[in-house]
């Protein structure tokens, strides 16, 4: 059985590594996505229900498909 839980904390463990690799800090993300860095930090640990529209924004700006987001 998969757990909500677990499928947050996944993506925002992708997204966290993302992030990284493209040499953001968490402040630097959430301006070039226009939010909070309060957010992208609850993100990051699996604390936040994303909405579809903002997951997909946030893969967008990161250039990843969403499939690698759930990997």
């Given at each position: 059985?998969?757990?909500y839980t677990d499928v947050l904390k996944k993506i925002g463990k992708n997204i966290r590594?993302?992030?990284i690799r493209h040499?953001?800090?968490q402040e630097q993300f959430a301006e070039i996505a226009n939010v909070h860095t309060n957010y992208i930090?609850?993100?990051e640990r699996g604390e936040?229900?994303?909405?579809?529209?903002?997951?997909v924004s946030l893969i967008n700006i990161l250039e990843?498909?969403?499939a690698e987001i759930l990997k």
């Open positions: 059985m998969i757990l590594i993302e992030r040499g953001w800090s930090g609850k993100i936040q229900n994303l909405t579809l529209k903002s997951l990843i498909p969403i």
